[in-house]
């Protein structure tokens, strides 16, 4: 039976099609390794596609000051120095050249007037550091990695879901899953595997995340041995559309306040100001007088408050809806109308413009948009060697959304795109180097038929007891939404956990039926499966960091804690359980040490 199923060997194979699986599949096909992507979605349709605003890179193009160094600071400083610091020396040292390469590769970037390429300001970075295409700049990263991808003859499978890691006895074999086009199972053969599978926001009812979003590299990794680290971190962005009801989380880039953007409540006050917290106090504008100079181009002028980070701005917004001062949808305004002429809006945001006209028939050259948080993205995720990418099962990597490490507490946005392509290219030199001679790995029946069989089980499930899919994971969003959301405490917690438990005994029953061809409802099946294994090492994690830090907030210990101040949470699997282990987060070395002691200095200063 098992010698039917379609076969493939590969030296490095690739899940994951985004900007970290397609830079790690370019870079190890660069080594001379065979590679193959496997992604469930169509090529060039990753979520990476949505990213707006743009990448963070210290190229100074608009600001000579900007260095690595600085890049590095703000990275740091805005994970709550959760950070790995070394991925974070990395992140901020590599971020220029990958962006100058993927401008050799043909991607087209938003010009300063001297023809380099422009970079906005964005929430947390102290430079103007986002190289960016207008507010479409994933899309184009993709388009150009796509080309180059193709280029480089890299096998692609598309529209191909992966459900299950294979082993040998100590090490990864390849991975197995099923065409969704048919049903088809398929399996790969490989020494090494890279998990670039992204994040996992659907978990969350209100998220602006694309349906990719099913946390299945998280789940496979820790069901085959490998470790979470930060799962505690989930950021809620600030700025997700409220109204219509159907399009509700979907985002509204930062870069809407990168342009002057400004946060209003019912009162028509520009709140953001009551919001600053201590050790943001001498990082922004004082008032709006300072803020409306540094719209205007002031170079000596702070940022305004609405560029603090996410995190902040977030429980902000959310504060003053508690309060009463919502706006009409249960939001707060952002208005860019009043700040910028049509023009400008249109030049620098034609996407946001298009967005509110199609989907809310608001004109925000015009009008006010209206916003509120939404699940965004995953800071937690798998623990891998900060040089290498691989994760402590050897022969397995990880990178982008799905591996934690680099941002801490907190990401800043453009982060995460110049992570894909740093750490997307060392995990592909990485795997490409470590393969050379080595052997396609046998993979015994026991594993294939276990997995067949897991296959086929949502079709057998008797239909008294089968448990909807599509239900499971409706209740999943309501739970982690009341129990796992922005807001936290330990009673909450205790019953999101419960109720978790209780969704996990229901999948085992969980039900598909009719034909294998892009069956939507057997598909859910295993996604529901994964989402509710993460959930529950968020909620774990969430409930044992009893202290608020960067995008975790626990009402009732509403501050940071010393003591959690360089402690990561690990998340392990043990005899199917989840285990959690108190680590101590890597130290930064002496230099790094030293300038963030300086920096620290120099605020306080300012302060
Ligand atoms: C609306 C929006 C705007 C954003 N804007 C920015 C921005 O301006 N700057 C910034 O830095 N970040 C931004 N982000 C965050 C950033 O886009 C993501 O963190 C990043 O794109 C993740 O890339 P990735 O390569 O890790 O994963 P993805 O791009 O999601 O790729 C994941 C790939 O894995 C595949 N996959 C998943 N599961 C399976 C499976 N089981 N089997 C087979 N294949 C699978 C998917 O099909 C996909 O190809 C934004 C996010 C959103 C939602």
């Known amino acids: 039976m098992t010698q039917d199923i379609e076969t493939h060997e590969t030296d490095v194979l690739v899940i994951g099609a985004g900007g970290a699986g397609l830079s790690a599949a370019i870079s190890a096909a660069e080594q001379g390794a ?16 949505m990213a707006e605003g743009g990448i963070a890179a210290s190229l100074g193009n608009v600001e000579p000051a900007d260095d690595w160094q600085a890049h590095f600071l703000d990275t740091m400083k805005g994970g709550w120095g959760l950070n790995d610091p070394t991925m974070a020396e990395i992140h901020a040292k590599e971020s220029p050249e990958r962006v100058r390469t993927l401008q050799e590769w043909g991607a087209i970037f938003d010009r300063t007037e001297d023809g380099d390429i422009h970079q906005r300001p964005f929430g947390g970075h102290r430079h103007d550091r986002l190289a960016h295409v207008g507010d479409r700049t994933g899309l184009e990263l993709i388009r150009t ?4 991808a193709v280029a480089e003859g890299i096998d692609v499978y598309q529209e191909c879901y992966v459900t299950n890691l294979l082993q040998t006895d100590d090490a990864v074999a390849g991975a197995c899953g099923f065409w969704r086009q048919d049903g088809a199972p398929i399996l790969f053969r490989a020494p090494a595997v890279i998990l670039a599978s992204g994040g996992l926001g659907k978990m969350y009812r209100i998220s602006s995340n694309s349906w990719e979003y099913t946390a299945d590299g998280h789940a496979m990794a820790l069901r085959n041995g490998a470790e979470l680290i930060d799962m505690a971190f989930v950021q809620f962005h600030p700025t997700g559309m409220v109204w219509p009801k159907s399009v509700q989380g979907t985002l509204v880039t930062e870069g809407v306040r990168g342009e002057g953007g ?7 006050e520009r709140f953001m100001f009551d919001y600053v917290p201590t050790e943001y106090e001498g990082s922004v504008a004082a008032d709006e007088a300072e803020a409306d100079r540094w719209v205007a181009g002031d170079e000596d002028a702070r940022p305004p408050p609405e560029l603090l980070t996410r995190d902040v701005v977030a429980r902000a917004i959310l504060n003053e809806v508690a309060e009463g001062r919502g706006s009409e949808h249960g939001g707060a305004y952002l208005d860019i109308a009043n700040q910028r002429s049509a023009d400008y809006i249109m030049q620098k945001l034609p996407a946001m413009v298009h967005q509110f006209r199609e989907l809310a028939e608001i004109d925000i050259t015009e009008e006010p948009m209206q ?8 800071m937690g995720g798998i623990r891998v060697d900060p040089e290498t990418q691989e994760t ?5 990597y990880a990178s982008g959304e799905v591996a934690g490490g680099l941002h801490g507490a907190n990401r800043l946005g453009g982060n995460s795109l110049s992570d894909l392509l740093v750490f997307g290219n060392r995990a592909g030199v990485a795997a490409g180097e470590a393969v050379t001679g080595a052997e396609t790995p046998q993979v015994d029946d026991s594993q294939v038929e276990r997995y067949l069989a897991g296959l086929e089980a949502p079709f057998d499930t008797d239909p008294d007891r089968g448990v909807d899919p599509f239900d499971l994971h409706a209740e999943l969003q309501a739970v982690m939404e009341e129990y796992v959301g922005i807001m936290r405490d330990e009673d909450r917690l205790s019953t999101g956990i419960e109720r978790l438990e209780s969704l996990q005994d229901r999948v085992e029953n969980v039900r598909a039926t009719g034909a ?9 099946c295993f996604a529901v499966e994964n ?11 969430a409930r044992a960091r009893e202290e608020s830090r960067g995008a975790h907030s626990r009402v009732d210990f509403p501050d940071p804690d010393e003591d959690w101040g360089n402690i990561e949470l690990t998340v392990s699997m043990r005899d199917g359980e989840i285990h959690l282990d108190r680590d101590a987060v890597p130290e930064p070395r002496d230099e790094l040490q030293e300038m963030l002691a300086a920096d620290a200095g120099l605020e306080a200063e300012a302060e």
Do not use: F
Not at 34 to 49: I, N, Y
Not at 145 to 148: G, R, V, Y
Not at 392 to 396: E, K, M, N, R
Not at 531 to 541: E, N, Q, R, T, Y
């Open 34 to 49: 065979d590679v193959a992507v496997v992604c469930k979605s169509l090529l060039g349709k990753a979520h990476t596609v």
């Open 145 to 148: 990695l796509q080309d180059k």
């Open 262 to 268: 400004i946060l209003l409540n019912a009162d028509g």
């Open 371 to 378: 916003v509120a948080p939404t699940c965004h993205y995953m």
């Open 392 to 396: 402590s099962v050897p022969g397995l």
């Open 516 to 524: 294998r061809t892009y069956n939507p409802g057997w598909e859910k």
């Open 531 to 541: 989402m509710i294994l993460a959930g529950l090492a968020v909620a774990h994690a």
